[in-house]
């Protein structure tokens, strides 16, 4: 915490009585004492300053120990003294004569509830911060995310939810944006489900949950934008933290973060190692329409990660107008899937006549270097800001397989991944007078992969395996945006504005040497944003954004060679797809009323050539003990248009420090309008989501929190996912004088967080039950901070890669 510490003193002046009498004067010892007015505990670091009218200045200060006492020298005469604590409120003694040695008494603080969420906390509280385009969550404290990864910091986040197969949506919508430190990231990718669970929860600051975006911002995501802040400590000298857990089913990590800040240099360094299992499966039973025939495809999986991931940084502050950050972030781990496909086969009278057992062993790695730079410079005016941002990365993504069918080793698939990105962003903010400013700025994205995928078929002739020319492909992506922006923005009594306008260039190339097929595309697009906020007091605002936004198909889904997972159920992309376009409004409303805050948001999105998931028969069978079995194939394609309008609210109510609640809850409803390979993809769906969070400290300062979720059930012209209820509960107890944390978790409680549902086409019908994210886990985690005090820090600063972050 950064603390004021009054230590300037001034030259000893004759002291008047009140005749106007000059009289003797000497420095005198004023103690006294700082408590919690609730609950009576001291309050160490709270500051006392005294105030002379006659010098117009403060002349002395201190600051309270440990226990609460202070104590400081004080020259004789007339003083308004101040007692402060950060989200407390202020005592003021006015016009106090101090003539001789003296206790003042003992000054018992009241929290300031309204200034709690101005107020960064280390590792204590999630709090909220409402900008004109975007809210901030400061993660704080959430035991039930204690050595977890980004996904459950996500899953906890209000307006956001991560389903089963760890789709990442807001507001019920899957078309997010997800960034680091405001840029992309290979430690997320694009929607990756599988690489959020990379990097530890106690990495992260704040998320940033951004609905109506800007024109600063990217313009790639109809549902928003998520950011993600890495913890990044402004204390001065050497501090940091340590964190090691243990679970079930299987699981084991260790994370730490060290800064060490001297002069103009703070250097910073975030690392963890992370090993874990988890089982899943993935259950259908399908029926053919036409003989009513079934089969049953039941396959179960054993995941296993290991990874390491480290950031490592240097901030330089040049001077007192500019700095130098670059770090450099490596992650290197394997994730191999153990898994057992038992397909059986039924007649009309669903008597079974046929099994066949697949096993496929996949092992896996990945590897990831980054490189960054960012340059700041702040002008003589306030707010008048250049920076500069360059990013260098490269991906690798390996998996193989070698797949044992009934006893007897028939495929080997090789699946090789690489990847480069380069970012280059520069922005610039001029302050207009005193209420405005205007920004402009550029930004050049360059995207290159290549995925080689290898198809080895064992020839029964030759007992030989041979390349499958008609499966194996080698397909290159390469994707290259630039982006210009202004906006401007004025406030105006109690009404803002923010007006800006984006253009964005795609060049797409489309490159499939196996087969011959290649393609580029251009596009461009004007991506208009308006951003209002009216005042009605410092506590109530009323807001509203609209926005236009795309959102592209990513490799994955245009690459048209079919995975192999799975003989009978197959994922193939579609190099046809096209951007999807949405226009979205938004009204919301926050209230800040004693100890409840209210945030409320009623939107409504315009959607054009969306795209969904079509099952479908190809017409090609597979071959399953001496029967043919018709292989679905499921691909996304762009059928339709849609409109949804939705109301969401958020409610939080802290009756006292030991007690905080927060509801979140979100109503849609979805109407779709479309039809594509003869089918009408028509419909309707009205869903929700809310989410209940309770925080409670029991006797003996053990704080327990209980998580309740449910996601409703949603539908579409073919899928139907049914609702799901979830409870995570979690205990932490303070050791060694708050230097030290134990907790305790046990997520999904009632070990419900699957996936179930039906696909309904014209020629057959599949009853699905899906698992991806391993049931019930319990996990006991121990944190140990060093120079870092679980205290509040004064200020709001620079929240190390973030606090406004320029996109």
């Known amino acids: 915490m950064i603390l004021c510490v009054f230590t300037t003193y001034a030259q000893p002046q004759p002291l008047e009585n009140s005749k106007g009498n000059s009289i003797g004067i000497k420095d005198v010892t004023v103690t006294g004492k700082v408590i919690d007015k609730e609950t009576k505990d001291p309050l160490e670091y709270a500051t006392i300053s005294f105030f002379s009218k006659k010098e117009n200045k403060i002349l002395t200060g201190s600051i309270t120990d440990v226990n609460g006492d202070f104590s400081v020298k004080v020259p004789q005469g007339f003083y308004d003294i101040k007692i402060e604590y950060i989200s407390f409120k202020t005592r003021t003694i006015p016009n106090k004569q101090i003539s001789k040695n003296e206790n003042i008494g003992v000054f018992e603080l009241e929290i300031d509830m309204e200034s709690l969420d101005e107020v960064e906390i280390i590792a204590e509280r999630t709090t909220v911060e409402v900008r004109l385009d975007k809210k901030i969550y400061n993660v704080g404290k959430d035991l039930t995310v204690r050595g977890g990864n980004v996904s459950d910091v996500l899953d906890n986040v209000p307006s956001v939810s991560v389903d089963a197969e760890g789709n990442v949506a807001l507001r019920g919508n899957e078309n997010v944006r997800i960034l680091i430190n405001g840029k992309p990231s290979g430690l997320v990718g694009l929607n990756s489900s599988d690489a959020l669970q990379q990097l530890p929860a106690e990495a992260i600051e704040k998320v940033e949950v951004i609905t109506s975006p800007s024109a600063r911002y990217e313009a790639e995501g109809t549902a928003g934008i998520l950011n993600i802040i890495l913890r990044r400590s402004k204390l001065l000298g050497l501090n940091g933290a340590i964190t090691a857990n243990v679970g079930h089913p299987e699981s084991a990590g260790i994370s730490g973060n060290i800064n060490y800040r001297t002069g103009n240099v703070n250097i910073f360094n975030t690392v963890s190692y ?81 099994e066949s057992i697949r096993l496929d062993p996949e092992l896996g790695d990945n590897k990831t270097i980054q490189y960054s730079v960012n340059f700041t410079k702040n002008f003589k005016s306030s707010g008048h800001k250049l920076t500069f941002d360059f990013q260098y990365e490269e991906n690798d993504q390996n998996e193989n397989s070698l797949i044992n069918s009934d006893g007897v080793d028939t495929d080997i698939l090789s699946n090789l991944q690489a990847s480069s990105k380069i970012l280059l962003r520069s922005d610039y903010i001029l302050p207009l007078g005193e209420n405005s400013q205007f920004e402009i700025g550029y930004r050049g994205d360059y995207s290159d992969s290549t995925t080689d995928y290898t198809v080895l078929l064992l020839d029964n002739n030759t007992n030989t395996f041979e390349i499958d020319r008609n499966l194996s492909n080698v397909f290159n992506y390469r994707n290259y945006i630039h982006a210009a922006y202004m906006q401007f923005g004025s406030k105006i009594n109690k009404f803002s504005y923010l007006l800006g306008l984006r253009m964005e260039n795609t060049q797409l190339t489309l490159d499939q040497p196996t087969s011959g097929d290649f393609e580029r595309r251009n596009l461009t697009g004007l991506f208009p944003t308006v951003n209002l906020s009216y005042e009605f007091s410092e506590d109530q605002n009323i807001t509203l954004g609209f926005n236009r936004r795309l959102s592209r198909p990513w490799s994955f889904f245009l690459n048209p060679y079919p995975s192999r997972s799975s003989l009978t159920n197959v994922f193939q992309g579609n190099p046809g797809l096209n951007p999807t376009y949405a226009g979205k409004i938004d009204l919301g409303y926050l209230n800040r009323m004693g100890k409840f805050i209210l945030s409320s948001s009623l939107y409504h999105q315009h959607s054009t050539n969306i795209f969904k998931f079509i099952s479908s028969e190809t017409g090609e069978f597979v071959n399953i003990d001496g029967r043919d079995l018709p292989v679905i194939v499921r691909s996304p394609g762009n059928v339709a248009s849609e ?40 419909y309707e ?7 209940f969070s309770n925080k409670y400290t029991l006797p003996g300062s053990i704080d327990w929190q209980s998580n309740f979720s449910y996601r409703g059930r949603t539908e579409d012209a073919q899928n139907v996912r049914e609702g799901v209820f979830g ?26 967080n699957k996936f179930g549902g039906t696909v309904d086409t014209p020629l057959f019908f599949t009853e699905r039950d899906i698992r991806y994210r391993g049931g019930r886990t319990y996990k006991l985690s121990f944190t140990y ?19 406004d972050v320029q996109i």
């Open 685 to 691: 769906n009205l869903s929700w989501n809310a989410r």
């Open 785 to 803: 901070r060093f120079n870092q005090k679980k205290k509040v820090e004064r200020g709001r600063g620079d929240y190390g890669g973030g606090g």
């Open 643 to 682: 409109d949804r309008l939705g109301f969401e609210f958020n409610l939080t109510y802290s009756p006292s420090r030991k007690w905080r609640m927060n509801t979140n809850f979100n109503l849609f409803n979805s109407v779709v309008d479309g039809e594509a390979n003869g089918i009408n993809f028509d």
């Open 274 to 354: 992370n090993y874990g299992e988890s089982i899943g499966h993935w259950y259908t039973t399908t029926t053919n329409k036409e003989d009513r025939s079934v089969f049953d495809e039941k396959r179960d999986w054993t995941n296993v990660r290991k990874g390491l991931t480290n950031n490592i940084g240097i901030e330089w502050y040049i001077n007192d107008s500019a700095s130098l950050t670059t770090s450099l972030v490596y992650s290197e781990g394997d994730r191999d899937r153990f898994s057992e496909n038992i397909i059986t086969q039924f007649d009309s009278n669903f008597n079974p006549f046929s």
């Open 727 to 752: 409870i995570n509960q979690a205990f932490s107890k303070d050791l060694f004088k708050e230097k030290a944390s134990i907790a305790f978790s046990i997520n999904d409680l009632l070990n419900s």
